[in-house]
């Protein structure tokens, strides 16, 4: 956090600031009408999802029951938000063009699925690692994309804007994903939960397929 202030206090006030003006609420609410933005911001809904009902939360559950201690329950959230740094720089890159941002982000949202599946849960420590690494890899992708494409999807004025209602929406996803896995581990089993927060992820997959306006690809 210390550090954080410093570079702060680096930060210089440009001499000349551009005025911005908030949209009324016409163009709010035209906002809020377009197919593009709200696509986005429902498809990084899953997204969170993931994140927050198992990396961040039950996933350390998990590595309790194999007999993880403290040092490796911490390193899980190490690998976690490390991987997820590194993969959010793939976004953007000549190979992410190459591929096409459809793709990617659906590639993503199926390795995402695949940490999901319970057995890797019930080997060793080790596989937990991989499991989170892969979930970073989705949970990186997938939020740099769609925040690309929501950007894309509007006028530059309005681009603030557009990201404070990604960021509203997705939201909904933080607040699910700990509630349905937890709903689901009480009236079933860990495994069960494992398996709810697989498909949801699988058919975020299929959805960037369907859903995702082809024009978006190579952007």
Known sequence: ALVGIGCIMM?????????????????????????HLIVFSILAVFSQLLCFALPSYFTSVAAQNLGADSSQLGFLMVVYFLVTSISSLFVGTKLYKKIGGIKCIAVSFAIGAFSCLPMFYHMDITAIYVMQALSGICYGITCGALAGF???????????????????????GIFLGPVIVGNVIEAASIDAAYWVIFTLTAAAAVLSLLLIPKEYDKM
């Open 11 to 35: 930060f210089k006030t440009p001499k000349e600031e551009q005025k911005i003006v908030p949209p009324g609420g016409r163009e709010l609410a035209a906002l809020m009408k377009n197919k």
């Open 150 to 172: 929501v950007i894309k999807a509007v006028e530059p004025r309005y681009r603030s804007t557009a990201t404070g209602i990604l960021q509203s929406i997705f939201a909904i």
